[in-house]
């Protein structure tokens, strides 16, 4: 998901320096003239003058090139980007993403990847947010090192978190989809031995919170941690549920065709959001029913949607194109912060935007040239986590950032 961008132009840019380098004196062989039949050289002042054109040309260039180098993998923070400052690099290799707040502030739950690490798929881990800027990020893996994980959130009292996994299914990581059998289309894999869990930060499952055939995952608590909204596909299409954690009863949001998911509760429990296909015409209803046959989804064309907590007055907020998904509520509750393509046919890059409740008023508020995306707000308004291809260093790494939010820049 990211660009590498190298260059490397001997005569003006020093890879290890990262400097310009000046023309040093230049000594041209020793002749004898015809003339005079002496020898001499061309002096360095007059060779300069005669290449001072090409020279300020080949200037611009590396210029232009360095800084090509510079902002493609190496940039945190784009001038742009006015709502964010103090940015933070919390995580250095592996893929990293869905990072989201304990409800003090003072962890976060994320999923990761590293081979390098033998995290050969998605497992949950618990870092504690630093407390100043001296110190380190450090996490520990919460999940119990089988199967695939995805979609961790805190419980409120900070001792237990929520995610999904396969391990039911199988200890080992599950089997990524053929590409080459689809042409190569970009799709995900819904696995049917994911159910969503309850435990401890200790690592130890305490409880299977879903227990229905199929895809459980994707589960996020509203603010009193009251409710779980969940995305499953006990009946048949992969639909949004409200469980009500004390007593487990369970209500059905959502009825319309296509991928529901990725929802939020607003800060006061009152509304959620979501991100949705919604497949129209035959052909379009013929591949999203073939692909999720085969246990398969084309997240490509999504757009944001918004109702009451129950599931009514959905109204969809963005008419965008393309993919635009992974929403969440300011601090507020009045805007929605997602993440987008559509600006771009090639699909690439996603960055994040804002947009008001009835879907006026777009800004986009990230600028990175590869991925931006699963933006949470800490609890008290004053800080964004996200996941980010930046400052990778021209590696396809995606990390985790973390930022002061500025309301109004």
């Not at 002096?43 to 090139?65: D, E, R």
């Not at 993403?97 to 003090?104: H, I, K, N």
């Not at 976060?108 to 947010?129: A, H, L, S």
């Not at 015409?281 to 246990?295: C, R, W």
Request: hydrophobic share 35%.
């Amino acid at each position: 998901m990211s660009l590498n961008t190298r260059y490397s132009i001997a005569c003006c840019y020093n890879t290890t320096s990262q400097k310009a380098d000046m023309l040093s004196p230049i000594m041209l062989p020793q002749h004898k003239s015809a003339t005079q039949g002496t020898m001499h050289l061309l002096s360095t002042a007059g060779l300069q003058k005669m290449l001072q054109p090409c020279l300020l040309l080949l200037f611009m260039v590396c210029s232009q090139l360095i800084q090509a180098q510079t902002t493609t993998g190496d940039t945190l923070h784009y001038a742009d980007e006015k709502h964010f400052k103090n940015i933070r690099q919390l995580t250095f290799g592996g893929d990293n993403a869905e990072a989201y707040w304990s409800f003090d502030n003072s962890r976060i739950i994320f999923q990761r990847t590293n081979p390098k690490e033998g995290v050969m798929c998605d497992r949950m881990f618990v870092g504690r947010i630093p407390a100043t800027d001296k110190d380190s990020f450090s996490f520990y893996e919460v999940s119990n090192g089988r199967g695939r994980t995805t979609c961790g959130y805190f419980m409120p009292n900070g001792k237990e978190v929520l995610y999904a996994s396969t391990y039911l299914g199988g200890d080992s990581c599950p089997p990524v989809p053929d590409r080459t059998k689809l042409g190569n289309r970009y799709v995900w894999p819904i696995y049917e031995s994911f159910d969503i869990f309850r435990a401890g930060t200790d690592g130890k499952i305490r409880e299977r919170v879903t227990t229905t055939p199929g895809y459980d995952a994707e589960a996020t608590l509203s603010r009193d941690g009251k409710k779980m909204i969940f995305t499953s596909m006990r009946d048949g299409d992969l639909d949004l549920y409200v469980m009500d954690m004390a007593t487990k009863k369970i209500i059905r949001v959502t009825k319309d065709l296509g991928y529901d998911g990725g929802a939020w509760f607003s800060p006061d429990g009152t509304k959620i959001v979501w991100r949705a296909s919604r497949p129209k015409t035959e052909a379009e209803i013929k591949d999203y029913k073939d692909l999720l046959a085969q246990g398969l989804v084309a997240p490509t064309q999504m757009e944001v949607f918004v109702a009451n907590a129950d599931g009514s007055n959905a109204k969809q907020i963005t008419h965008l194109g393309n993919a635009n998904w992974a929403p969440n509520f300011t601090p507020d509750g009045k805007r929605i912060i997602f993440c987008s393509n559509h600006e771009y046919k090639r699909g690439f890059p996603f960055n994040m935007y804002l947009i008001n409740m009835d879907g006026t008023g777009l800004e986009k508020i990230s600028r990175d040239k590869g991925f931006d995306a699963f933006p949470m707000f800490s609890s008290d308004g004053k800080k964004i986590m996200f996941s980010s291809n930046r400052s990778n260093g021209g590696t396809r790494d995606t990390n985790l950032f973390m930022a002061d939010w500025v309301d109004n820049p």
